[in-house]
């Protein structure tokens, strides 16, 4: 049961949600526009959505995004672009959603790194290195073999930071990362993730890729995907637990929410059946498909946070505060 504290709680914050994975004009993956609402409705403020991966081209990112700037632009009762920090406060205020942009991989712009500067203008802010295979840029998660940040892996690294962009680590191989937070001048992120500890999936992270993020001041998402939670309905209970663990590692300063709500998972499953490679699990006969709690489920978990005595502004931190404490110095 919500408690009056927590719900006055939730309405006065900022809740950040650090991805939705929007359906992109040539892909569908069970999470179209539509859902945004939801996001509104449950009185989330800020939530992101990518353009492009590693498997789109320019041509592919140029369209999209164009497509997600009309979404944003023809609802300005309910949407608000989020170039700034200020634009998400400014969502609260006004009980709309701040819709930032990212991208999934960067082969998108194959060796054109200069292009990044062209697509920030447009709305870029955050940027993941690699979508689960292997890239020009480092290895990914998914694959067997992880040869770790190469030279023009670096190069991009700091083209990204240089033109004031967020460089996220979800999906990128675990060599890879560490190498990137070696290196790094600014706090990292990895947007959607779980925890290895509490359940071993290729997606999730070790303690030592904490440690190393929260020595670059960097914030991890936690993903709602049951996959990478290991609980077969993506519970909030569960989630708490991998929450938690970050907590007691590193401290309620690196971990924020990045759950990556699907809302048609059953077209999700047909595209993972397709992508055995990425997803081998789809393989398994007693795969059950991908489930996810939803964003009004939310509130749920910042009562948990509160149950088990975490101080308000630790959570405050944690609903938002983090990322936000990020952006605010990348943007």
């Not at 303690?207 to 960097?218: E, F, H, P, R, S």
């Not at 401290?251 to 998972?265: K, N, R, S």
């Not at 978990?301 to 959570?315: I, R, T």
Request: negative net charge; hydrophobic residues 40%.
């Amino acid at each position: 049961m919500i408690s009056d504290t927590t719900q006055s709680f939730w309405n006065n914050s900022i809740i950040w949600d650090m991805l939705f994975p929007i359906d992109l004009p040539d892909q569908n993956l069970g999470c179209p526009p539509k859902y945004l609402k939801h996001y509104i409705d449950a009185g989330v403020s800020f939530t992101s959505i990518a353009f492009a991966e590693d498997a789109s081209n320019l041509d592919d990112a140029v369209k999209a995004i164009a497509s997600q700037r009309q979404l944003i632009q023809s609802q300005p009762n309910l949407f608000i672009h989020a170039l700034t920090i200020d634009d998400v406060m400014r969502a609260k205020i006004e009980g709309k959603l701040a819709i930032g942009m990212q991208t999934h991989g960067t082969a998108w712009f194959g060796k054109n790194v200069g292009i990044l500067e062209v697509f920030r203008e447009l709305g870029l802010r955050v940027v993941q290195l690699v979508f689960n295979a292997s890239n020009f840029v480092g290895g990914g998660c998914s694959d067997q073999a992880d040869g770790g940040l190469t030279t023009y892996g670096v190069h991009v690294v700091r083209e990204i930071e240089r033109r004031k962009m967020v460089v996220d680590l979800a999906h990128t191989g675990y060599r890879t990362t560490l190498d990137v937070m070696n290196m790094a001048e600014k706090p990292l992120i990895f947007s959607h993730v779980g925890i290895m500890a509490l359940h071993p999936h290729y997606r999730n992270l070790r303690d030592d890729q904490i440690l190393a993020l929260a020595k670059t001041g960097g914030v991890i998402g936690l993903s709602g995907n049951n996959a990478y939670i290991g609980d077969e309905h993506g519970a909030m209970s569960a989630i708490f637990k991998h929450l938690d663990h970050v907590v007691q590692l590193v401290g309620p300063d690196h971990v924020g929410f990045g759950f990556d709500f699907v809302f048609e998972t059953e077209v999700l499953d047909k595209w993972a059946e397709g992508m055995t490679s990425e997803w081998p699990a789809s393989t398994d006969p007693n795969w059950k498909g991908f489930r996810f709690q939803r964003p009004k489920d939310v509130i749920n978990l910042v009562q948990l946070m509160f149950d088990h005595g975490y101080p308000e502004k630790a959570v405050k931190k944690i609903v938002s505060g983090n990322f936000m404490r990020v952006c605010k110095e990348i943007w």
